[in-house]
């Protein structure tokens, strides 16, 4: 069994015209270039239309030919497996299918399967990442959108030391920002990164002196963290440039994305649940009421009905707070 080939011998580029031979007890034979090996000591490449099929040997040699249906043949003569490349492409019905299939796949992905490839790419970030997201998403919110505290040293002081006990002896490294601003109103939210802002018009909402209800909220805002859901709904509003993000190293698309989910989007029902209970969880853990933070989400239902044609956006827009969810807490109070 014989093929004809073009021969590269490595050391410089030209062709030699040689023939390949393939023997019964599956050895392959140049004789002009003294070449007699074994078939499994070869590599052939599989076959790609009809394009040239290409031979390495260990020696650095290379042969190539263009008698692919031959070639196909000898293979099948040798009981050696052809490419399944090449049966998918010479079949309509295959090709068809594959087609389809990658359709599928990527609308699944970017539809029903985004919460699943975003709660993939949101576990595997790196923290080094996690926190160059954080801290360049925080960059862009103090240019845009916030304001340097006015709270006395007293009142940050209090709420500090009410941060501490919450974060203390953690994996992740929180850090509490003050802020304030006009334009997000009553806030607090949460970066992937561990750090949590709150504003002053949240705190001026709180009528309890240790702040206790504010503790509440930061154990909310410490669920999201820990359930990762600002940067899967970061993921999923941009999933496609998450995922060329993720591949390359730029994370641009995830520092763009945060901010718009901070201050236009909200938190989904199941999101706001999860971080409830895990709020609850945390002031059971620190053995604080969670009448103090129903009252704080009761002041803000208030301020809500006074201001809801004012165009500042406040904890109710981003964190939206429902009879539902003043009644979990409530439900707790002991």
């Not at 919460?115 to 970030?125: E, G, K, P, Q, R």
Request: charged share 25%.
């Amino acid at each position: 069994m014989f093929i004809n080939a073009l021969l590269y011998d490595g050391k410089n580029s030209i062709e030699h015209k040689v023939i390949i031979e393939f023997t019964k007890d599956k050895r392959v034979k140049i004789n002009s270039h003294n070449i007699d090996i074994s078939i499994t000591e070869i590599e052939i490449e599989s076959r790609l239309g009809n394009t040239p099929r290409v031979f390495e040997f260990p020696n650095g040699i290379r042969c190539k030919s263009i008698e692919n249906s031959k070639i196909d043949e000898i293979l099948k003569q040798l009981d050696i497996e052809t490419s399944k490349t090449h049966k998918i492409e010479s079949s309509w019905r295959l090709t068809v299918g594959a087609v389809f299939i990658t359709i599928f796949f990527i609308w699944f992905s970017l539809t029903i399967g985004a919460n699943y490839t975003a709660n993939i790419i949101a576990s595997i970030l790196p923290n080094d990442v996690l926190n160059d997201i954080g801290h360049t998403t925080l960059e862009e919110l103090d240019k845009k959108y916030l304001n340097i505290s006015n709270l006395s040293k007293k009142n940050r002081a209090i709420i500090q030391a009410q941060f501490d006990r919450l974060t203390e002896n953690e994996d992740i490294h929180y850090q509490l920002h003050f802020r304030s601003s006009q334009k997000i109103g009553a806030n607090a939210f949460a970066l992937p990164s561990g750090d949590i802002v709150l504003t002053d018009q949240l705190v001026k909402l709180s009528k309890d002196k240790k702040f206790r209800d504010i503790l509440g909220v930061l154990a909310h805002e410490k669920g999201h963290i820990v359930k990762k859901h600002t940067l899967k709904i970061a993921i999923k509003t941009g999933i496609s440039g998450a995922i060329l993000g993720y591949i390359t190293g730029d994370i641009s698309i995830l520092v763009t994305a945060i901010p718009t989910v901070i201050i236009n989007s909200s938190y989904s029902r199941d999101y706001e649940r999860e971080a409830d209970e895990y709020a609850v969880s945390e002031l059971k853990r620190l053995n604080v009421s969670t009448k103090y933070i129903t009252q704080l989400f009761e002041e803000l239902e208030k301020e809500n009905k006074i201001d809801e044609n004012n165009t500042i956006n406040s904890l109710i827009s981003s964190h939206p707070i429902t009879k539902e969810r003043i009644e979990y807490f409530k439900s707790h109070i002991k």
